[in-house]
């Protein structure tokens, strides 16, 4: 198409030609040389909400029922990034019947996804250090090992740690040495595969959360080790 003065003096030599009015001669020229169709624009790029989430959406539809959309979509509706932290997790727990230790992974992984926190960030500026691991053992073993004091000794020596309160096979909360915090999760895969979710919360900065993450991961490789040892109870 022709820039705008060009194609003005085109209508003008038109009407010169054939005596016809400016718009008559202006729609016969633009009939002849239509304006191209502008290009189709790319679709919205797909926001990956696990990546931001920091967990699968395997993992959490598995616990859940829901994928990491399906859980945006919920509680954007009800605008949740609005609220506070205890807020969010409470209405994952009462209105979709969610297990206490998922919503609160629920919870983490909205408030990453809105932006209110970074990964090993917490709400309220603080930092925490996240770990996993799958055992080769049933749910009742790998709880009692963090439970009774002569086995977890075997596998985390050295450490006075207060348990505040736990839920058999289910939940428990650490005060750990230096005050800190650890919560822990026991997940149930099957008769002899155990999930263990680990937060160690009140860490001081991004350092720490590294250097913890690195002891949890050493710690339960020696637990690994301690379970598989074991003699299955009768």
């Given at each position: 198409m022709p820039t705008h003065k060009d194609f003005k003096r085109l209508v003008r030599a038109r009407m010169r030609k054939t005596g016809e009015a400016y718009s008559a001669a202006r729609a016969q020229l633009l009939a002849k040389n239509p304006s191209p169709a502008p290009a189709a624009l790319p679709p919205p790029a797909r926001v990956d909400y696990a990546t931001l989430a920091g967990m699968s959406d395997t993992s959490i539809k598995e616990k859940t029922g829901c994928t990491w959309e399906?859980?945006?979509?919920?509680?954007?509706?009800?605008?949740?990034?609005?609220?506070?932290?205890?807020?969010?997790?409470?209405?994952?727990?009462?209105?979709?019947?969610?297990?206490?230790?998922?919503?609160?992974?629920?919870?983490?992984?909205?408030?990453?996804?809105?932006?209110?926190?970074?990964?090993?960030?917490?709400?309220?500026?603080g930092f925490e250090a996240s770990k996993s691991k799958v055992f080769a053992a049933p749910v009742g073993k790998v709880y009692r090992a963090f439970r009774d004091s002569r086995t977890r000794a075997r596998w985390l020596p050295g450490v006075k740690l207060e348990i505040r309160t736990a839920t058999p096979n289910k939940s428990m909360r650490i005060t750990w040495p230096d005050r800190t915090s650890v919560a822990l999760g026991f997940v149930r895969k099957g008769k002899a595969k155990t999930q263990v979710w680990i937060q160690h919360t009140s860490l001081p900065d991004r350092n720490a959360v590294e250097r913890v993450k690195g002891f949890w991961t050493g710690r339960l490789d020696a637990l690994q080790a301690v379970v598989a040892r074991e003699r299955p109870t009768a």
């Open positions: 399906r859980w945006v979509w919920a509680l954007d509706r009800v605008h949740a990034h609005t609220w506070p932290h205890r807020d969010i997790a409470e209405y994952v727990y009462e209105k979709y019947k969610t297990s206490g230790w998922w919503a609160q992974m629920v919870t983490v992984g909205y408030e990453r996804i809105k932006g209110l926190r970074a990964i090993g960030q917490r709400r309220d500026g």
